[in-house]
């Protein structure tokens, strides 16, 4: 049996503008979500809540689908 794929929103704030490193107790994980589209709603509230923060960013990040017995 297949299941789909999840799509995840990840982000923070980072310690410098190259974006490597994440600001301790920054991190945020929202999902799973079942489609890209709830992702990039989800992606966009959290972005437009934090766009006045220069050092805040978030991505979309797909789990591939994983086929289980």
Not at 20 to 26: A, D, I, P, T
Not at 62 to 67: A, K, L, Q
Request: charged share 30%; glycine share 10%; no cysteine.
């Amino acid at each position: 049996m297949t299941k789909g794929s999840n799509f995840w929103v990840i982000g923070g704030e980072f310690g410098s503008m190259n974006f490597h490193k994440l600001v301790e107790g920054s991190a945020q994980v929202q999902g799973p979500f079942k489609t890209r589209k709830e992702a990039e709603d989800a992606w966009r509230t959290v972005s437009e809540e934090n766009r006045h923060k220069a050092g805040v960013r978030f991505s979309i990040v797909e789990e591939p689908s994983r086929v289980s017995a």
